[in-house]
């Protein structure tokens, strides 16, 4: 059992930048690879990045590469999402997933394939 907690959204301006942490409870965390997702209002939750348990793999939307990065710490339980040169198109509500046994971009990047949610945390980027 994974329980998550986003933290760290909140409002900036265009080509701010803003940290996301996603806290996990339990010890099986290092074992899970885990995602970053988003929904903005009236569209469906999509993949932003995710990360493998050991940090080796990583994938990224494409609108996003060059300016997100993700990291994870297995010793803090924990995983961010380092978000720069903002924009408007990038508010929506973030959730932090966990998977195990995912393996290619098309598994970390199916919200299906994810076993654990947090509740998700607000980005909202004005213009």
């Known amino acids: 059992q994974v329980q998550l907690v986003e933290s760290g959204g909140g409002l900036v301006q265009a080509g701010g930048s803003l940290r996301l942490s996603c806290a996990a409870s339990?010890?099986?965390?290092?074992?899970?690879?885990m995602g970053w997702f988003r929904q903005a209002p009236g569209k469906e939750r999509e993949f932003v990045a995710a990360?493998?348990?050991?940090?080796?793999?990583?994938y990224y939307l494409d609108s996003v590469k060059g300016r997100f990065t993700i990291s994870r710490d297995n010793a803090k339980n924990t995983v961010w999402l380092q978000m720069g040169s903002l924009k408007p198109e990038d508010t929506a509500v973030y959730y932090c997933?966990?998977?195990?046994?995912?393996?290619?971009?098309?598994?970390?990047?199916?919200?299906?394939?994810?076993?654990?949610w947090g509740q998700g945390t607000q980005v909202t980027v004005s213009s």
């Open positions: 997933g966990a998977t195990i046994g995912c393996a290619g971009y098309g598994c970390f990047s199916s919200q299906h394939e994810y076993d654990y």
């Open positions: 339990g010890r099986t965390f290092s074992t899970h690879g």
């Open positions: 990360i493998s348990w050991s940090s080796v793999t990583i």
